[in-house]
């Protein structure tokens, strides 16, 4: 790992693939290197591959015997590289695979007005100004995108973000929902029309811009 690191490309490593599961709901990750050794890369693939294997390229990192490069892609990684190609071919390949990926996912922003919110990249823009979102306040801008000028409700708020109506989610949406507001004001300061959330009492929101 410390290849990517020298590279400035941080990484987080992981015991069990529920942990990472659980991680990417709060952080995106440009991609997955799965460790292929004493066959632990068969329960990560089955764990990975239905959940994040459209968004996020898989990689499998091992010997490179034919039996095990051909298991690894049938089970759903994206690519094998080998203990060969040495540290730099890792990352090299790596990046590939992340710039490859990122290209063919590319959808056009949304738009609501003269705003945009560009999902793969997180970011929320008006002409001149634009701010980084995290993965959850992206997840809410997208719904409210998407239902611009009708009520996005809680339930799907939730759905989006948790998966669970639970008290505690809801008033965690809430919590997100007025950090989005900041960063909507941030960008749609000099606009004529600015870009507000306005809430529906018990219903949920709805995107104004």
């Not at 709060?26 to 089955?46: C, G, T």
């Not at 965690?172 to 941030?186: D, F, G, M, T, Y």
Request: hydrophobic share 45%; with cysteine.
């Amino acid at each position: 790992m410390s290849a990517f690191e020298a590279r400035a490309i941080p990484v987080d490593q992981f015991s069990e693939a529920h942990a990472l599961l659980l991680a990417c709901r709060d952080k995106a990750f440009d991609a997955i290197l799965v460790q292929d050794q004493h066959a632990l890369s068969r329960p990560w693939l089955e764990a990975l591959q239905p959940q994040v294997a459209s968004r996020i390229p898989i990689i499998v990192v091992g010997v490179g015997d034919a039996h095990s490069i051909a298991q690894a892609l049938m089970l759903g990684a994206d690519d094998y590289a080998t203990h060969a190609e040495g540290a730099v071919g890792l990352v090299q390949r790596v990046l590939a695979r992340v710039r490859s990926r990122a290209a063919a996912q590319q959808p056009p922003p949304l738009r609501a007005g003269v705003y945009s919110l560009h999902v793969m990249q997180r970011i929320l823009a008006s002409p001149g100004h634009q701010v980084r979102l995290t993965v959850r306040e992206c997840n809410l801008a997208q719904v409210l995108f998407e239902h611009h000028g009708q009520l996005a409700t809680f339930d799907m708020l939730l759905a989006v973000s948790y998966g669970d109506a639970s008290a505690e989610n809801k008033r965690s949406i809430e919590q997100h929902v007025c950090k989005l507001r900041k960063k909507c004001a941030l960008i749609s300061s000099q606009q004529p029309t600015p870009l507000g959330i306005e809430s529906v009492y018990a219903s949920g929101y709805r995107l104004r811009g």
